[in-house]
């Protein structure tokens, strides 16, 4: 299956790399490689470019006319009939109205090469317009997330690019910390209505949080726990009872169990679906190697940039290096302390 994973402060790269990924890290205030003009045009896409121009434009102060509308419609089928190397934001904005306070043309300056906002569409070629060849498929959008003007063009654009990837094959997306994606309109819209979707589409949604409380305060948040067949319960001796019995429909005796799950040790879960629920351990003990891959620090993050430096883009080549350097530090930090 494809596997599209929206990751927060880059917690599943290595594993992601490690399967192959395309990975994608989108910093604010560098050029993000998100450029939506260069897919080659169709219909949809045309469409598709209008209402992310109308996104990055209006504003609740200034919101658009019927004629701006047409206006940036206009423009959009003038930059479709051109050659990819000059279809971006740039160029579109010269197909815009430029007369009056407040025009068309100066809005959309600010998202242009040389505006504030020129680094997010405009400053760099499009990366993502090959990724139907790949199966793990990775971005990381952890800066944007406190940039509302930024978050909302750009994760439309990463929530169109995936709805391109689902042909019937099938199809993983994953969002970490999803809570914090529900606070974009856009992309809550997007979760609600594809979780109703997505299985006959042969795909799913995979979608994590640390804190129950975030997700049942979202307006859908209900609707996304009623959607979602299948449900982990984590350890948890502070779980709050309206929460999980009330929320997530879990039984009081089910609810019991999340509260003393953690009591004797190991890494027990809970896997409810329906009316039953099973207990489960996943022991990774003498598995250390795994344990790197799988659960990211910031430690080994910043060494997996610097031995990717090193060695590429190939996990055949960066992967072992990057396990023993782990094991070398390991073994340094407990000569230290001993």
């Known amino acids: 299956p494809r596997l599209v994973l929206f990751d927060l402060d880059r917690g599943c790269e ?5 399967l192959g990924a ?3 890290t989108l910093e604010a205030g560098k050029p993000t490689g998100c450029n939506p003009l260069q897919l080659e045009p169709t219909p949809a896409r045309i469409q598709f470019w209008e209402q992310l ?3 990055c434009i209006e504003t609740s102060t200034l919101p658009l006319l019927p004629a701006d509308e047409r206006a940036i419609a206009d423009a959009v089928q003038a930059v479709a009939m051109m050659p990819a190397a000059l279809r971006r934001f740039s160029t579109l904005r010269q197909n815009l109205p430029k007369a ?9 300056g600010r998202w242009c090469r040389g505006g504030a906002l020129g680094w997010v569409f405009d400053e760099a070629d499009d990366r993502l317009c090959d990724l139907h060849g790949a199966t793990v498929i990775g971005f990381d959008t952890t800066e944007f997330l406190d940039l509302p003007e930024v978050r909302t063009p750009v994760m ?7 709805e391109e990837l689902v ?5 993983i997306y994953v969002i970490s910390e999803f809570w914090k994606a529900l606070d974009h309109p856009i992309f809550s819209e997007f979760a609600k209505q594809k979780q109703k979707t997505i299985r006959k589409q042969n795909g799913l949604g995979i979608f994590d949080t640390q804190s129950p409380s975030d997700v049942l305060r979202h307006a859908i948040g209900r609707t996304m726990v009623e959607q979602s067949v299948t449900k982990i319960f984590l350890a948890n001796p502070e779980a709050v009872r309206e929460e999980y019995v009330d929320g997530f429909g879990l039984s009081q005796a089910e609810f019991e169990i999340v509260r003393s799950l953690g009591a004797q040790g190991g890494r027990r879960f809970m896997v409810k679906q329906g009316h039953a629920s099973a207990i489960c351990e996943l022991d990774l003990s ?3 190697d795994f344990i790197t891959v799988l659960s990211a620090t910031t430690d080994n993050v910043a060494l997996l940039d610097e031995i990717r430096e090193r060695h590429g883009n190939d996990p055949f080549q960066w992967l072992p290096v990057l396990l023993r350097e782990v094991q070398d530090r390991k073994t340094r930090t407990s000569r230290s302390g001993s």
């Open 156 to 162: 439309l654009y990463l929530l169109h690019v995936m």
């Open 22 to 24: 395309r990975y994608f």
């Open 14 to 18: 290595i594993a992601m790399r490690a």
């Open 53 to 55: 121009v109308r996104t």
């Open 100 to 108: 009056g306070e407040n025009s068309l043309y100066e809005r959309l």
């Open 286 to 288: 003498g598995m250390d």
């Open 167 to 171: 042909n019937g094959e099938r199809l």
